[in-house]
Every structure is written in structure tokens, then in C-alpha cells.
């Protein structure tokens, strides 16, 4: 069973960088798919930070591309966040998950299959 | 703003049929997945690709598509189902970037 843990400070001050790692227990990064972040604002939705393949390769959020980066550690099998700049808007609970595709005539059709259980990060002086 | 709009809420008495929609342009080249999320857990997988279940996931869930808008129904809601659901696909510019739908709030009556 893959199992996918969170970990780092609940607490990051404005302005400064926010870093996560993911655990991935069950499954070896290094045999492939991509992994990646998503976040949720208290009360509010969904929304996909990024995501890295087992080589390294990435894709990032527009919106935040400017301020992410997202590793890989295949010896330590897990997988990390950056996010620099951090204002209050980046207060969330933070998701890792695996990140899988359904193949068919229409291409490549995303979607998550397992999940870690979440970090609530506050941004906050 | 997403790329997928869901509507924010909707109901169902117990036992009836319930469809839960995600409009988008992407949904026309592309499949939504669908995630299932009760409070203070993470997101639940439960329909991805054309119609497909997880291992665990109920066979009242089902997805179906029809040009821009993706739907999921849960036939013969339980109490269990309320939850929020959100949509995921790619986004319209047909690159590798993901999007997911604002989400609906299902409540069971």
C-alpha cells in the first residue's frame, strides 16, 4: 500500500521560504510516475502547486511558478516544496500525492490516486 | 479562478440520484477526475478516466462526459456521501499543468 506523509514547520513567517518533504512509504520513486503538491486555504478549494517525475523533470502553476521549486531525493525515497516569498494568501493545509494518468484517444487524463494526510501551514509574524 | 466551474452546493434526499457537474473548456479533449473530501480529511479519488473506480469505491459512483461539462452521479445517495467533491483535469492550453473545479458541497437530506 503507498503511503504518502507530510512533514515540516506548521509556521512560516511572511516573506520567508516555506519548505515541506514527502515521505513515500510502499512505492519507489525511482520506478517512476510523477509526485506532486497541492494546497487548500482554510475553507476553501483545491489548487495544484506542482509536480516533479522520479527524473527530476517538473511542472508548476503559473501562478506560482516564480516562487516554487519542487525536488526529488530518490535515495531517501521522498520528495520536496519550496515556496519562497510566503505572504498570509499562502496560509493552507499542504497535499502531497502521486500523481497518475488514465491513457486513452483523448491522451493523457490526470488524476491522484494516493494522498498524504495534509500539513496546515500558517503563514503569520 | 479556476478553468473548471462547479456550482457551489447542492442536495439530495436520501436514497435519490444526485448529479454533480464540472464545466470546462478542457473537458472537451480531455477527462475529469473526480475527488470526494469530508471535513478535516484529505481528498478521496473516486472516479478517474471514463468511467473508472478505485479499488473501495462504491459502485453507485459513476462519471459520464458530454462535451464541455463532466458529471458525477451518486445513485441512491447515502448518508455517508455528503461531502465535497471536487473536479481535476488538465487545463485548456493542453499542456502537462492540472486544474481542479472550485468543488460542491452535497448535503443529504
Known amino acids: 500500500q503507498v503511503q504518502l506523509q507530510e512533514s515540516g514547520p506548521g509556521l512560516v513567517k511572511p516573506s520567508e521560504t516555506l519548505s515541506l518533504t514527502c515521505a513515500v512509504s510502499?512505492?519507489?520513486?525511482?520506478?517512476?510516475?510523477?509526485w506532486g503538491w497541492i494546497r487548500q486555504p482554510p475553507g476553501k478549494g483545491l489548487e495544484w502547486i506542482g509536480s516533479i517525475y522520479h527524473s527530476g523533470s517538473t511542472y508548476y502553476n503559473p501562478s506560482l511558478k516564480s516562487r516554487v521549486t519542487i525536488s526529488v531525493d530518490t535515495s531517501k525515497n521522498q520528495f520536496s516544496l519550496k515556496l519562497s516569498s510566503v505572504t498570509a494568501a499562502d496560509t493552507a493545509v499542504y497535499y502531497c500525492?502521486?500523481?497518475?494518468?488514465?491513457?486513452?484517444?483523448?491522451?493523457?487524463?490526470?488524476?491522484?490516486?494516493?494522498w498524504g494526510q495534509g500539513t496546515l501551514v500558517t503563514v503569520s509574524s | 479562478s479556476s478553468e473548471l466551474t462547479q456550482d457551489p452546493a447542492v442536495s439530495v434526499a436520501l436514497g435519490q440520484t444526485v448529479r454533480i457537474t464540472c464545466q470546462g473548456d478542457s473537458l472537451r479533449s480531455y477527462y475529469a477526475s473526480w475527488y470526494q473530501q469530508k471535513p478535516g480529511q484529505a481528498p478521496v479519488l473516486v472516479i478517474y478516466g471514463k468511467n473508472n473506480r478505485p479499488s473501495g469505491i462504491p459502485d453507485r459512483f459513476s462519471g459520464s462526459s458530454s462535451g464541455n461539462t463532466a458529471s458525477l452521479t451518486i445513485t441512491g445517495a447515502q448518508a455517508e456521501d455528503e461531502a465535497d467533491y471536487y473536479c481535476n483535469s488538465r487545463d485548456s492550453s493542453g499542456n502537462s499543468h492540472w486544474v481542479f473545479g472550485g468543488g460542491t458541497k452535497l448535503t443529504v437530506l
Open positions: 500525492a502521486r500523481n497518475e494518468y488514465y491513457y486513452d484517444s483523448s491522451g493523457e487524463n490526470p488524476f491522484a490516486d494516493y
Open positions: 510502499g512505492y519507489s520513486i525511482s520506478s517512476g510516475y510523477y
